[in-house]
C-alpha cells in the first residue's frame, strides 16, 4: 500500500512534465522518465487521450489469429481471479500489440469498463504511459502507479504488467492486472509474473508435446491421457495411431482408424501435403470431418514431426473452443428478467411471455419501438434458458452492408472473395452454436439474402460462401423489429414463410407512451444508476420538471428517458433538476407543449396541497400512491393479484398500504379470496 504523500509528489513531477518536458529524476523512476518522454514524442496528448479501436473485421481477424493463446491463458486467468475476486480488479490479456483480446473481473466492474473492451489498443504510441504498452517496449515487467500513467483518465490506478514470450522468446502477449491506486499490494507485481510464467510454460509444453508423443507412439497410454482427440499419420499421410477421444470424434470403432487415409476423414479445410512440405505448426483450424452420419466442424492442430516426415494432429470439438472464444470476445448475454424495470401489466404480460419463451428452444419474434427494451428481452430470454451456458450473439440486419450480410451470418470459405481470410472464416450462426442468435431489425434484412436465412432457420445447418459442404449447427433464433412485417409481406419486401418461422411465439413490448405508471419508476431508476455511476448525491426534480417528465409522449421511450436523465444530473445545479435541465423538447406531448405553470401534481386524498415547488421526492411519492390504487381497483383489493402485478411481496404491499393508510373496504366487492 503507499500514501497519498507519494501521490502528491509524482502527481506534482507529472504536471511539471506536462507543462515544460521536465522532470526530477530522484523523485521519477528512470524507466518512467523515459517512457513520458517517449508519449511526448508520440504526441499522446495527456488530456485527451482517446484508446484506438480496431475495426471489428480486423478484431476478429486478431482473436483467431491468437486463439492459441488465449486457450492455453484462460485457466490461469481464471485461477488469477479468483485471487483478486471482489477487489475491483480487471485482468487483461492483449497481443504482442498492445490490443485487447480479453478481459476478467466483477461483473459490475466490467459493465463500467467500456475503454477495456475487447479490440482497444494499448500500446504508448496511442495511451502513453500504461502497464500493457510500457511493458511490451521495454520487453520487461512493470508496475505503473497512479500519476506515473500519462494520460490523467488513468491516474486512478496501479497497474502491474509482464509480458508473455512463445518457445522462442517472440513476445506474443502481455498480462496486466489493474486496480485502484490505492488498492496495489506488494505482491501484486509478482502475481502477474508468475501468471505469466505459467502460460509461458503452458506454451512450452504444448511445443514439445507433438514431438514426446512421436517418441513414444508405441505407449498408447499417453494418447488417452489426451483430452482433445489426437493422431498421427506418416508421411504419406496414412493414420498410425490414434487415440479413444478421436476415434469417438470421428466415429469408427476401435478396430478401425489406423492405416486409412487422413483424407478419408478430414472432408475440408486443409492441404494436408502442403503442410508436411511446409514442416510449420498449425493451431485451431477450422475443418469439416467427414462420418457415416454426415459431417461435424471441428479445430485442428498439427506439428510436423522430423522423425519420421509425418504429422502429430490434434481434434477439438468447434463447439467448445468457439464457446471460449465468445467469452472473451464479449458474446454473451449480461442482462436477466430481474434487470427489466416495470410493474404496469403491459409489461409485466411482456415479461410473462418471454419467461415462457426462455422454458422452451423455439423460435421468437420480439415487436416494438426503437428504444423499447427488445436486446434486453432477448438477452434475459436467453439467460432464462438452458442455454445460458452458451454464446449470446447479436447481430444488427440493418446495420450491415448489403455485400457482407451473407458472409456475416453464415461465413465464408478459402477463396471465397478478393481478401478472405485464409482457410475462411465462421459466421454469426456457427459462432452461436450451442446458444443464442439475436437477429435484430429483421424487417431491414433484403429480400434476396432471406432465402438462406429461411434454409438455416429450417434446416439448422449453414453453409459458408464459396462453399459446398453444409455444417449443422445448433442454434436458437430470436428475431426482432420495429417494422410492420405483415405490411412489409404485402408489400413483397420480407418472405412471408421466414416471418411464420420466427414468428412462433410473439412477445409485443409496449412504448413507454403506453406505461404511464412505469415512467416515474424508471425516472427512479436512471437517476439512482447516473448518480452511482458519478459518485454524486442524488438531485431533487421541481415541480415543471415532474411533470415535462411524467406528460411527455416519449417517441425514443427508454432510451431516451435514460439520455434526458443522464444529461439533467450532469448540468444540474444546486442539487435541484429543473425543466430547462431536460432539453427543448421536453414538455411537448402530442405536438402542444404542456402548461406546467399552471399544472399541479396529483395529492393524497384528503390532504393539503403543497406548493407547485413540490420536490420530486414527494411527486414519486403521490405517483407511486396513484400507481397501487390503480392495481387494487383493478383487482378489487385481492392483496395476492395486486401483489403480482406490482412484482412486489405482499409483506412489502401491507406496509405500503399503511403507509399510505389505504382501506380495503371501500375496494373489495365481495371477492372472500382477497389474500
Known sequence: MVDNTAKRKIAEQWSRFCTDGSADPALVRDFILASWRRSRNFRVDPEKVQPHRVEAQQLETILA???????ISFPV????????????????????????LSRTGDPDYLSNSKAYEPGIEYSERTVGTNGIGTSLYLDSPVQIWAEEHFARRNHELSCSAAPIHDPGG?????????????????????????????????????????????????????????????????????ITDINDKARRMLGIGAELGCGRPVYDFVLAGLDFEALVASAKSIHDQDVTLRLEGGVVNC????????????????????KSVRRMVNRYAGAKAVFTFDDIIGASPQIREAIRLAKIAGQSNTNTLILGESGTGKEMFAQAIHNGSDRRKGPFVAINCGALPRELIQSELFGYAEGAFTGARRQGNPGKFELADGGTIFLDEIGEMPLADQVNLLRVVENKEVVRVGDSYSRPV?????????????????????????????????????????????????????????????????????????????????????????????????????????????????????????????????????????????????????????????????????????????GVARSTLYEKLRKFEIELTDLRRGDRNWR
Open 474 to 646: 445448433d442454434v436458437r433464433v430470436i428475431a426482432a423489429t420495429n417494422s410492420r412485417l405483415t405490411q412489409a409481406i404485402a408489400e413483397k419486401t420480407f418472405r412471408e414463410d421466414l416471418y411464420y418461422r420466427l414468428n412462433v411465439m410473439t412477445i409485443n413490448l409496449p412504448p413507454l407512451r403506453l406505461r404511464a405508471g412505469d415512467i416515474e419508476v424508471l425516472l427512479n431508476y436512471f437517476l439512482d444508476k447516473v448518480c452511482h455511476a458519478i459518485g454524486s448525491k442524488r438531485p431533487q426534480l421541481d415541480n415543471e420538471a415532474y411533470l415535462a417528465i411524467t406528460r411527455y409522449s416519449w417517441p425514443g421511450n427508454i432510451r431516451e428517458l435514460e439520455n434526458v436523465i443522464e444529461r439533467a444530473v450532469h448540468i444540474q445545479q444546486g442539487g435541484i433538476v429543473r425543466r430547462a435541465d431536460l432539453g427543448r423538447d421536453i414538455g411537448v406531448a402530442g405536438g402542444r407543449e404542456e402548461s406546467l405553470a399552471t399544472s399541479q401534481v396529483p395529492q393524497y386524498p384528503d390532504r393539503p396541497r403543497t406548493s407547485a415547488a413540490v420536490t420530486a421526492s414527494r411527486s414519486l411519492r403521490d405517483s407511486e400512491y396513484s400507481m397501487i390504487m390503480d392495481v387494487l381497483r383493478t383487482t378489487d383489493g385481492n392483496i395476492r393479484r395486486s401483489a403480482e402485478l406490482l
Open 299 to 318: 479445430t485442428l492442430s498439427a506439428t510436423p514431426v522430423s522423425t519420421s516426415g509425418g504429422l502429430v494432429i490434434t481434434l477439438r470439438e468447434a
Open 170 to 238: 517472440k513476445v506474443i502477449g502481455c498480462l496486466n492486472l489493474s486496480c485502484l491506486w490505492n488498492s496495489v499490494h506488494t505482491h501484486t507485481l509478482g502475481m502477474v509474473m508468475a501468471a505469466a510464467a505459467s502460460i509461458e510454460q503452458q506454451l512450452r509444453i504444448e511445443a514439445e508435446l507433438a514431438n514426446k508423443v512421436a517418441l513414444l507412439q508405441e505407449k498408447q497410454v499417453i494418447f488417452e491421457l489426451i483430452q482433445d482427440g489426437l493422431l498421427t499419420v506418416d508421411r504419406r499421410l496414412l
Open 77 to 100: 486467468i481464471e485461477n488469477l481471479y479468483g485471487l483478486i475476486k471482489g477487489s475491483r480488479s480487471i485482468i487483461i490479456l492483449s497481443d504482442e500489440n498492445g490490443i485487447i
Open 65 to 71: 489469429d491468437h486463439s492459441h493463446l488465449v486457450r
